[in-house]
């Protein structure tokens, strides 16, 4: 059977992506001719339910951002598959595939909250015109139809309809990514890429955008792909969660099953830093021995291995599967079932 057709049949899964890679070319020379590729996005496999979250997290520069716009095509892949349940279109596409005309319709079910509330807002449109641009262009409303529903969208994210006649400049930090939210829930997308949404932000403002976005997510019926580096945020919000380092997943599991039970060290090594609320509690710091290898020559075998406590011979000689160690726990280690790593003293 197909993956298409698996994915067809299995009405619990909107996006399903398969071996999914993205290499920059390094050009060298006067001819810029290639002389290496930097390996972003390497052999990435996952899934997330219709109406679920699932966290991405992972070192900076790991690939998160990347493998999330590679998703939606804003970068174009060099490999894999990115199998989307249209409602729009009426059956499961391959993202990776889709021509332009295809590929506008699912601009409207796939949309993306960017990282910076600054830079991804252009100060010289209001608030209306960046919100409302989508229903412009996909000829969704115009005229008062069109204020409406930016009215109406603006209300949904906590911000006033009056809001619209301003610039973004005018906004704190948090309000700008507001209007960011309101603009992806323009064309009621099925699926929602949060790209480090609140890390730009102050602590409880933070709270603020998290709990907002768990409200829409019920009100709209919503999925998340929630890209983040702060491991309390993404237990905070998500349902599962994959772990990235060097452009590869090192593990993918429910959230309370990683965190009380991780099965690769690298997860171990993120969870020892993620503070506990307990003055009682003395937690054991992992640290990491040396830096990331570059993306662009990579080590043999698992890419964790030269800053590995846990490492044997095998290790840097054969590459881990990834693997599922039962309900649908994955990890990408040799020694996923024999470790006794620490998890996270639940709160």
Not at 88 to 117: C, S, W, Y
Not at 177 to 199: F, M, Y
Not at 276 to 287: A, G, K
Request: with cysteine; hydrophobic share 40%; net charge neutral.
């Amino acid at each position: 059977m197909s993956v298409e057709k698996a994915l067809e049949l299995n009405e619990e899964v909107l996006l399903q992506v398969d071996g999914l890679k993205k290499y920059f070319p390094v050009r060298k020379g006067v001819l810029r001719r290639v002389a290496g590729w930097v390996k972003a996005v390497d052999n990435v496999s996952l899934f997330v339910g219709d109406g679920e979250t699932l966290g991405l997290v992972g070192e900076s520069g790991c690939g998160k951002t990347t493998c999330g716009r590679t998703i939606l095509r804003l970068i174009e892949p060099t490999a894999g598959s990115v199998l989307f349940r249209s409602q729009r279109l009426g059956r499961v596409v391959d993202v990776a595939k889709q021509r332009k005309g295809a590929l506008k319709t699912l601009r409207r079910e796939m949309q993306i909250i960017f990282q910076d509330p600054y830079s991804s807002l252009n100060p010289r449109m209001t608030v209306g015109d960046i919100v409302g641009e989508g229903l412009t262009v996909h000829h969704v409303a115009r005229g008062q139809q069109k204020q409406d529903r930016v009215r109406e969208l603006l209300q949904a994210v906590g911000l006033k309809g009056e809001h619209m006649r301003r610039y973004p400049h005018e906004f704190s930090g948090g309000q700008r990514q507001r209007i960011g939210v309101a603009r992806a829930l323009a064309l009621d997308p099925q699926l929602i890429i949060c790209d480090e949404p609140v890390s730009a932000l102050d602590v409880s403002i933070q709270a603020q955008v998290l709990n907002l976005l768990e409200d829409l997510q019920d009100d709209f019926q919503l999925t998340y792909l929630f890209i983040a580096h702060d491991l309390s945020v993404v237990k905070h919000i998500s349902d599962r969660l994959a772990v990235m380092y060097l452009g590869k997943i090192a593990e993918l599991a429910a959230t309370e099953d990683m965190f009380a039970k991780p099965s690769h060290p690298y997860t171990e090594a993120l969870l020892s830093a993620v503070p506990v609320p307990d003055p009682d509690y003395q937690s054991e710091r992992i640290l990491l021995q040396g830096d990331v290898p570059s993306p662009v020559n990579p080590p043999g075998g698992c890419y964790f291995h030269p800053r590995c406590r846990y490492a044997q011979p095998i290790c840097s000689e054969k590459e881990p599967a990834f693997r599922d160690l039962g309900n649908t726990h994955f990890s990408a280690c040799h020694f996923a079932d024999s470790l006794e790593l620490a998890g996270v003293k639940a709160e």
